[in-house]
């Protein structure tokens, strides 16, 4: 590997929402634009893991190329030659490694997965490949050697399996593998006090999700400004009466309050000097719904400007790289396990 890695996916099979973009797409940005030249930048569509629950296939092609453009129209470059833009399933090492993985993961660390418990809760027919979601996650970040992979926090059990699993096979094979930083370290990198994860405007126990019954409580990229802007005008609140950054007793505010801080880029001490005590619930909805339908408006102009063939020469140009990085590490494995000599 050359420069060290900074890799992170999103499911393709829906719309993506406001959660997405703030959660995944926005740092990942971010962190391009601040570190440029030094770090190689994996951005890739998991369709591979669109699979894992109910999806339309019909749809699933043209739904994740229309994902892929909400990458360059957030502000990814295309032209960068340290920035990479592929599908996981055009490039097949993904699924031979996660073959290879499963052999030494254990049932009982993927039993314990939070996302798998919470995503087969009530369901009588629960597939494999939810259950070996984590492990197919780890040979997308295995591959390529990365470092730092920008997720919410939703995903923190996950990338703990990866280092297990990295360093299980290191101490039984030697160094066939780069660990990723710990949690600790990807948060320090990524500037974050926590993992971002925005909460549903309705239900703001719960996570912005493509999949909510709700959908008044789900912000999605392609909403016009206007509606965006009602629905969080009538976010779930409560009667403290008192604006605090507080995800255990208030987090419908705190959950505008991070909403607010990541459009606005203002530091999260500038947030709470602006907004903490403050009585008035309603002029922190009108900022947070300024701040949504004035981004909404900019992105969409961006959106529908995103040059069709060139994404397209992208996608086949990180696709043939990236192929060559993984069977680099793919053979490496395949050689310490006894599948090549």
Same mark, same amino acid.
């Given at each position: 590997?050359?420069?060290?890695?900074?890799?992170?996916?999103?499911?393709?099979?829906?719309?993506?929402?406001?959660?997405?973009?703030?959660?995944?797409?926005?740092?990942?940005?971010?962190?391009?634009?601040?570190? *440029?030249?030094?770090?190689?930048?994996?951005?890739?569509?998991?369709?591979?893991?669109?699979?894992?629950?109910?999806?339309?296939?019909?749809?699933?092609?043209?739904?994740?190329?229309?994902?892929?453009?909400?990458?360059?129209?957030?502000?990814?470059?295309?032209?960068?030659?340290?920035?990479?833009?592929?599908?996981?399933?055009?490039?097949?090492?993904?699924?031979?490694? $996660?073959?290879?993985?499963?052999? /030494?993961?254990?049932?009982?660390?993927?039993?314990?997965? $939070?996302?798998?418990?919470?995503?087969?809760?009530?369901?009588?027919?629960?597939?494999?490949?939810?259950?070996?979601?984590?492990?197919?996650?780890?040979?997308?970040?295995?591959?390529?050697?990365?470092?730092?992979?920008?997720?919410?926090?939703?995903?923190?059990?996950?990338?703990?399996? $990866?280092?297990?699993?990295?360093?299980?096979?290191?101490?039984? /094979?030697?160094? !066939?593998?780069?660990?990723?930083?710990?949690?600790?370290?990807?948060?320090?990198?990524?500037?974050?006090?926590?993992?971002?994860?925005?909460?549903?405007?309705?239900?703001?126990?719960?996570?912005?999700?493509?999949?909510?019954?709700?959908?008044?409580?789900?912000?999605?990229?392609?909403?016009?400004?206007? *509606?965006? *802007?009602?629905?969080? #005008?009538?976010?779930?609140?409560?009667?403290?009466?008192? !604006?605090?950054?507080?995800?255990?007793?208030?987090?419908?505010?705190?959950?505008?309050?991070?909403?607010?801080?990541?459009?606005?880029?203002?530091?999260? #001490?500038?947030?709470?000097?602006?907004?903490?005590?403050?009585?008035?619930?309603?002029?922190?909805?009108?900022?947070?719904?300024?701040?949504?339908?004035?981004?909404?408006?900019?992105?969409?102009?961006?959106?529908?400007?995103?040059? #069709?063939?060139?994404?397209?020469?992208?996608?086949?140009?990180?696709?043939?790289?990236?192929?060559?990085? *993984?069977?680099?590490?793919?053979? #490496?494995?395949?050689?310490?396990?006894?599948?090549?000599?």
């Amino acid at each position: 590997m050359g420069k060290p890695v900074i890799l992170t996916g999103l499911r393709t099979n829906a719309e993506y929402h406001l959660g997405n973009y703030l959660g995944g797409i926005l740092p990942m940005v971010r962190m391009q634009q601040e570190h *440029a030249g030094v770090y190689q930048v994996n951005m890739f569509a998991p369709d591979l893991h669109s699979f894992t629950t109910e999806v339309d296939h019909d749809t699933l092609y043209t739904q994740t190329m229309k994902n892929i453009a909400v990458f360059v129209a957030a502000g990814m470059p295309i032209d960068s030659q340290d920035f990479y833009l592929y599908r996981q399933s055009f490039i097949p090492a993904h699924s031979e490694l $996660t073959v290879i993985l499963n052999n /030494f993961a254990y049932f009982g660390e993927l039993s314990r997965m $939070t996302q798998f418990k919470d995503k087969s809760e009530g369901k009588s027919n629960v597939t494999a490949g939810l259950f070996d979601y984590p492990v197919l996650m780890a040979a997308d970040i295995l591959l390529y050697g990365a470092s730092y992979i920008p997720v919410g926090d939703d995903q923190k059990q996950h990338l703990e399996l $990866t280092r297990d699993l990295a360093i299980r096979l290191n101490n039984k /094979f030697g160094d !066939i593998f780069i660990v990723p930083k710990d949690w600790k370290h990807q948060l320090q990198f990524s500037k974050r006090l926590e993992g971002a994860r925005i909460r549903s405007l309705r239900n703001p126990s719960q996570k912005m999700s493509k999949s909510v019954s709700d959908p008044t409580g789900t912000i999605l990229l392609t909403d016009t400004p206007e *509606a965006a *802007a009602k629905k969080v #005008k009538s976010a779930e609140t409560d009667s403290v009466g008192k !604006i605090n950054w507080d995800w255990n007793n208030q987090p419908g505010i705190t959950n505008l309050l991070q909403i607010y801080e990541l459009l606005t880029s203002n530091s999260h #001490k500038e947030v709470l000097a602006e907004w903490t005590g403050r009585e008035l619930y309603g002029d922190l909805k009108v900022a947070v719904a300024e701040q949504v339908s004035a981004f909404l408006s900019e992105f969409q102009s961006n959106l529908s400007k995103v040059d #069709k063939n060139s994404l397209q020469k992208k996608l086949e140009a990180s696709e043939l790289e990236m192929a060559n990085q *993984a069977n680099i590490t793919l053979a #490496k494995v395949q050689k310490a396990v006894g599948l090549r000599p």
